[in-house]
């Protein structure tokens, strides 16, 4: 059976943070609630020259090669943080980046599950064309009202992942598990910038999801739990992983000791920096757990659970190929995370919550990102997108 999988993944986020202790002195609370209980330290924040489209262009970049330019036959956007109502935002993704006019672009939309959906479709797709690539892209950016229990839990990035036949970093399995219900955990109006959430539901139907999914991909002939040495969850915030393996904790109480906590930790790295970022957080959870595990995890098994308030789930596996190691960008990413700066309350307010009156067809941005691709304004309400490294050198 062709291999098909994951060949090359990248990681973007914004180059400033805000920490969660300075969230907690301003909310006069314990600062070990966010760091211990909820489980964060840091939330990504983006200045309002980046957008889900400019932190997917500098995520996907590095993956360019003149030979995957060549071979794209397909980019998928997944977000829920969309810029525009009818236009994929991937299109613009696919001009800034001059993928080849011979490609689809499409958006996806289901919550934090949608990147789940993409990457899915994208192994379909190779099974029926193998020569061809897919640019599979999860960028979102995750608001709440200020002064709600929710808010510690923001954040903001992307992942850009190659989807092919004989990937060298991981094989996808065909084993699913899915579970829909049509249920208010988490929604945002098309008016609203910010979510409304129903926090407890959302961990309840976050944890009910699991359990129909993972009974569903073992009755799809998925793996034991025994087999997965690694586990990968969606992290809204990290202490989520906890809640999750205590559902194992409870149905497979054996494997569970077995494999321990461990199976989980390593995947909290990248996540407890960085903050919620919606469809990406699962795949930041996997990319944390390549690059800072200790142990080399050439062909073990990896379970994936994806979930999408509103709600989607999807147990899924996968396993690690021989040499991914050779393929990751770990220095890059640790880079990217150690070199932010931290900001304070008030400029992250400012940053986040501050909007430009919808009605304004036309405005300019001041270039604050750090980033390679930032969005520029609006000119006639068409968004703006440049290079900053190109006209800095006058290009
Ligand atoms: P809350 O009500 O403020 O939290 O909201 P809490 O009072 O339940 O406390 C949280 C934890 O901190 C508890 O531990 C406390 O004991 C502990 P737990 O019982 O959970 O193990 N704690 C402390 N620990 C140490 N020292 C202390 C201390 N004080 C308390 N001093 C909530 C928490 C997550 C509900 C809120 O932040 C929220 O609404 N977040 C947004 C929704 C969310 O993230 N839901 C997750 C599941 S749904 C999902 O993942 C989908 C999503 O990504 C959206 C999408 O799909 O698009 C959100």
Known sequence: ????????????????????????????????????????????????????????ANAAKPL????????????????????????????????????????????????CYGA???????????????????????????CYQPNTDAECTEGAGAIAMIVSQSPRILNIHPYQGRYSFDVMDFWRPNQHKMAFVDGKLSIEMYLESLKQTWQNYRLDGGLPLSSLRHLCFHLPFTKMAQKAFSIFEAIEPKAAKDIGPQSYTTSQIYGRDIGNCYTASLYIALLSLLENSTEDLSE??????????????????ASVVKGYNTHLRKTEHHRLLQSRHELNYEQYLVWFYQDIDPQ?????????TCGRYRFNGSKNHCRQYENSQQSQKGN
Not at 3 to 24: N, Q
Not at 303 to 314: A, I, K, Q
Not at 360 to 368: A, F, T, V
């Open 1 to 56: 059976m062709m291999r098909i999988g994951i060949d090359d993944i990248s990681l973007y986020v914004p180059g400033f943070f805000l920490p969660l202790a300075t969230l907690a002195k301003v909310h006069n609370i314990d600062p070990n609630k966010y760091l211990l209980g909820i489980g964060q330290e840091k939330m990504a924040v983006p200045p309002p020259d980046e957008d889900i489209v400019s932190m997917a």
């Open 64 to 111: 360019l090669t003149p030979l995957v330019m060549e071979s794209i036959s397909t980019v998928i956007l997944a977000t829920e943080s969309g810029v525009d109502q009818s236009k994929s935002a991937g299109l613009f993704i696919h001009g800034i980046l001059n993928l080849r006019a011979n490609c689809r672009v499409i958006e996806f939309k289901q919550a």
């Open 116 to 142: 789940t959906a993409g990457l899915q479709m994208a192994c379909a797709l190779v099974n029926q064309r193998p020569n061809e690539r897919i640019l599979v892209i999860a960028s979102d950016i995750s």
């Open 300 to 317: 073990q098994n990896i379970g994936l659970f994806s979930y999408g308030s509103g709600c989607v789930g999807e147990f899924f596996s």
């Open 360 to 368: 304004i067809g036309s405005y300019e941005l001041p270039q604050l």
